[in-house]
């Protein structure tokens, strides 16, 4: 049956649009790639742009007449969904994690599916189908590991990359023999998802802070969380006259003093709508709250920024109010040995605009904070500080 041209599918105006938005969006999503590691002002316009254009083009050329018509339609549908799940990731857009979710997994379900459906060579061996399109899915469930730090990403990315050496030796082997590629980089769609990749691989779309750096920020919570727990182990042995009226107020302003903290800390997590499942309260008053830091690592719905820059004058201000009740305390005691006390390098070490002017763009702050990374740390530190003032201050008394 001959094809009708003069349909909205099969028509030259349609194959020319679907062309043109390709390269459009191409340019302008590598564009907006490279001006939003270099911060240049710009960078979220180009990536709407881009991004935008390239689910456009998966979706209508989906339509495209087509033998394996569903399979096509399947794999333009499921590329369109990532591409627009990229770009809210990207934008930090409430939605982003389900968008990828989905998208990935009907990918790695429509390659499996490709394994058993594919019209190729008959020379090529079903077991080197099923081995490369397998491997395929599990490059495309790494791909989601990684984008959504997941646990356990470093074992799966790593399992990516064997089933990737196991694609590139099924693909020359069968290259050589049969001159075929199992891949189809050289039409449209084929050479749109390699670019897709590439912009994967050489950038993170949360942040332009490295993996390594995240992890060391998250083990230097954790190493503060011990070094807390050991202050704490030092404050139960300590011989302290719990009703000596010093020693109440003293243990009365840390307790208070640990709290407030922890309802910053509890604020920036719940700028997640997960926070809650990582939070743990100890019925001790001076343990501070216990955060899953390992497990936080999806902030996509949440945009605290301006929580974080109000958090510049009210951290200082409780710490302010700490150290002249604390000042108070130690001159009522009247104890000798206290005479030269004075808590005042907590001001100077631990003011967190300081912390917030390490970093320079709005990436940068939203990543760390949002993610329980720099000002959790910071947070920490007061916490920790606090309890070894009180130690020092009770060991005196």
Not at 13 to 27: D, E, F, P, Q, T
Not at 285 to 306: C, L, T
Not at 325 to 334: E, L, Q, S, Y
Request: hydrophobic share 50%.
């Amino acid at each position: 049956m001959q094809e009708d041209n003069n349909s909205f599918a099969g028509s030259t105006a349609l194959l020319k649009v679907v062309s043109y938005s390709l390269i459009v969006g191409l340019i302008f999503t590598f564009l907006g790639a490279a001006f939003k590691v270099q911060h240049f002002p710009g960078a979220n316009i180009l990536l709407v742009v881009g991004l935008t254009t390239l689910s456009l083009n998966y979706l209508f050329g989906s339509f495209e007449p087509a033998d394996n018509g569903f399979q096509k339609l399947f794999f333009g549908v499921a590329m369109s969904l990532f591409t627009i799940g990229l770009l809210f990731k990207w934008m930090h857009w409430p939605g982003a994690n389900l968008a990828i979710i989905v998208s990935l997994f009907l990918l790695a379900i429509h390659y499996i599916l490709k394994a058993f459906f594919r019209s190729t060579n008959p020379s090529v061996k079903k077991s080197q189908l099923l081995a490369f399109y397998f491997s395929y899915a599990i490059v495309i469930i790494s791909f989601l590991f990684r984008i959504l730090n997941w646990p356990g990403a470093g074992v799966i990315i790593g399992i990516g990359y064997v089933a990737i050496l196991v694609m590139a030796l099924i693909q020359l082997n069968v290259l050589k023999k049969y001159n075929l590629f199992l891949i189809d980089l050289v039409s449209v769609k084929g050479f749109s998802t390699l670019c897709l990749i590439l912009i994967l691989l050489f950038q993170r779309l949360d942040s332009s802070i490295s993996k390594n750096t995240l992890s060391s920020y998250i083990m230097r919570y954790e190493m503060l969380d011990h070094r807390i727990n050991g202050e704490l182990e030092t404050a139960a042995h300590l011989p302290v006259n719990i009703d000596n009226p010093s020693v109440k107020k003293i243990n009365a302003l840390t307790a208070d003093f640990i709290a407030d903290i922890d309802l910053m800390k509890q604020r920036l997590v719940l700028l997640s709508n997960d926070g809650n499942s990582i939070l743990t309260k100890s019925d001790n008053p001076f343990k501070p709250m216990g955060i899953d830091v390992w497990f936080y690592s999806d902030a996509a719905s949440a945009n605290g920024s301006g929580y974080l820059r109000e958090m510049n004058s009210s951290l200082v201000d409780i710490i302010r109010d700490y150290k002249m009740k604390m000042d108070a305390i130690v001159k009522a005691t009247g104890t000798s040995k206290l005479k030269g006390y004075n808590p005042e390098g907590m001001q100077d070490r631990y003011n967190s605009k300081l912390v917030i002017d390490e970093f320079t763009n709005a990436d940068d702050i939203y990543f760390s904070y949002a993610l329980n990374i720099t000002l959790l740390n910071t947070c920490s530190e007061l916490q920790y500080e606090a309890l070894k003032n009180r130690n020092l201050l009770l060991s005196q008394l």
